[in-house]
């Protein structure tokens, strides 16, 4: 395997800005947080985007601002997530009451998994938030119907979009289909800058108290909760730079996806498309599913892998670490990569 890429116009605009940083010095708070949250706003068409330090660190305080403003005390997560998400919660002090079945096809909860969690919940909705991650780059095909749903309950939806910057469903971003969403830029994420994540909201009283929070509300001094999640300029900048160039990474990682798609399609191999019925992903991960078998007994030859999406479950879904794998798939794969994979997936099915 070889280093991970970005494309050259990225590297190229974050060296013929770094050292305007330097010479303003302004090395926090400053005008690359300002562009990357335009930037956002205007990607992903939300009124809301404030930049943070990480994810995890915008999902604490989305849900510390919900327990302190919304009286939410009470958290469900998926079955298929990052085990952080499960501290996320614990470390914003909620209960967390239940992990949402997920299914082998999609990775993610259904409309069904989520409603026969709500309706299995003792407590009460007003005190609920429904935490849901998007799975492998692609949107939950569901968050539509879930979304309404936890409207009309009165729920909390907030969206784990770390995986899944840059992708649509129906058109409409990631992140942005329920209450508040955070995206990751994470070193191993599909769109990646080393570190960094993005809350987006179209609340304006989210936005507001999440601005506030992300420097101890030491301006206005009103409330009693916040820290220092802020992103640093030089950071910021990086994200501007990969962000601008998103669509070049997904188009080329689509580019890779067809040709395993090529692959899987004439040897009948069920994998996750993340170009169907208006729900495009950016391919983070090219997933194949082995529905009866255990995916090691079904394609025994495949060694060219890259991490499952999760090698455990949190809840139930117990299956389904075991009947998916990921095949390679960066920007720019190296061609001999993507060609021993697929050797390999036909040496296993004797083709
Ligand atoms: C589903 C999911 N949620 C949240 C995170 C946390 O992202 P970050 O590392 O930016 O905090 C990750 C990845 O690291 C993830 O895979």
Redesign the pocket.
């Given at each position: 395997m070889s280093t991970i890429k970005l494309p050259k116009n990225s590297i190229d605009f974050f060296k013929s800005n770094q050292n305007k940083i330097f010479e303003s010095g302004n090395l926090a708070e400053g005008p690359w947080n300002e562009q990357l949250s335009k930037k956002i706003k205007t990607i992903c068409n939300v009124k809301n985007a404030i930049c943070v330090n990480?994810?995890?660190?915008?999902?604490v305080a989305l849900l510390l601002i919900y327990k302190e403003y919304y009286g939410r005390t009470d958290v469900m997560i998926q079955s298929n997530?990052?085990y952080?998400?499960k501290t996320?919660t614990k470390t914003a002090g909620y209960n967390l009451v239940d992990f949402i079945d997920c299914q082998l096809k999609t990775l993610m909860p259904s409309f069904d998994d989520l409603k026969k969690a709500v309706d299995n919940y003792k407590g009460k909705v007003k005190q609920l938030v429904v935490l849901l991650?998007?799975?492998g780059g692609i949107i939950n095909p569901d968050i539509e119907k879930i979304a309404k749903f936890c409207k009309e309950k009165n729920i909390i939806l907030l969206e784990?979009a770390?995986?899944s910057f840059g992708s649509t469903l129906n058109k409409k971003f990631s992140g942005t289909f329920g209450n508040a969403g955070?995206y990751?830029?994470?070193s191993?994420?599909a769109i990646f800058a080393g570190?960094?994540?993005i809350v987006v909201t179209d609340d304006n009283n989210i936005g507001n108290l999440m601005k506030d929070f992300i420097a101890y509300d030491r301006f206005k001094q009103k409330m009693e909760i916040g820290c220092n999640i802020r992103l640093p300029e030089i950071q910021a900048l990086m994200i501007y730079s990969v962000v601008k160039e998103y669509k070049e990474i997904i188009k080329n990682k689509f580019k890779i996806a067809e040709k395993y798609s090529e692959t899987c399609n004439s040897c009948n191999i069920k994998y996750i498309s993340q170009n169907e019925n208006s729900n495009i992903g950016n391919y983070y991960k090219f997933t194949i599913i082995s529905s009866n078998k255990n995916v090691s007994d079904f394609l025994p030859k495949i060694k060219t892998t890259t991490s499952k999406v999760y090698d455990y479950s949190l809840g139930n879904s117990k299956e389904i670490p075991n009947k998916h794998l990921c095949l390679p798939i960066w920007f720019e794969l190296e061609e001999n990569i993507s060609d021993k994979v697929i050797k390999e997936i036909k040496e296993s099915l004797g083709v």
């Amino acid at each position: 395997m070889s280093t991970i890429k970005l494309p050259k116009n990225s590297i190229d605009f974050f060296k013929s800005n770094q050292n305007k940083i330097f010479e303003s010095g302004n090395l926090a708070e400053g005008p690359w947080n300002e562009q990357l949250s335009k930037k956002i706003k205007t990607i992903c068409n939300v009124k809301n985007a404030i930049c943070v330090n990480s994810n995890g660190s915008g999902l604490v305080a989305l849900l510390l601002i919900y327990k302190e403003y919304y009286g939410r005390t009470d958290v469900m997560i998926q079955s298929n997530t990052m085990y952080g998400v499960k501290t996320i919660t614990k470390t914003a002090g909620y209960n967390l009451v239940d992990f949402i079945d997920c299914q082998l096809k999609t990775l993610m909860p259904s409309f069904d998994d989520l409603k026969k969690a709500v309706d299995n919940y003792k407590g009460k909705v007003k005190q609920l938030v429904v935490l849901l991650s998007d799975i492998g780059g692609i949107i939950n095909p569901d968050i539509e119907k879930i979304a309404k749903f936890c409207k009309e309950k009165n729920i909390i939806l907030l969206e784990d979009a770390a995986h899944s910057f840059g992708s649509t469903l129906n058109k409409k971003f990631s992140g942005t289909f329920g209450n508040a969403g955070v995206y990751s830029y994470y070193s191993t994420k599909a769109i990646f800058a080393g570190e960094g994540g993005i809350v987006v909201t179209d609340d304006n009283n989210i936005g507001n108290l999440m601005k506030d929070f992300i420097a101890y509300d030491r301006f206005k001094q009103k409330m009693e909760i916040g820290c220092n999640i802020r992103l640093p300029e030089i950071q910021a900048l990086m994200i501007y730079s990969v962000v601008k160039e998103y669509k070049e990474i997904i188009k080329n990682k689509f580019k890779i996806a067809e040709k395993y798609s090529e692959t899987c399609n004439s040897c009948n191999i069920k994998y996750i498309s993340q170009n169907e019925n208006s729900n495009i992903g950016n391919y983070y991960k090219f997933t194949i599913i082995s529905s009866n078998k255990n995916v090691s007994d079904f394609l025994p030859k495949i060694k060219t892998t890259t991490s499952k999406v999760y090698d455990y479950s949190l809840g139930n879904s117990k299956e389904i670490p075991n009947k998916h794998l990921c095949l390679p798939i960066w920007f720019e794969l190296e061609e001999n990569i993507s060609d021993k994979v697929i050797k390999e997936i036909k040496e296993s099915l004797g083709v």
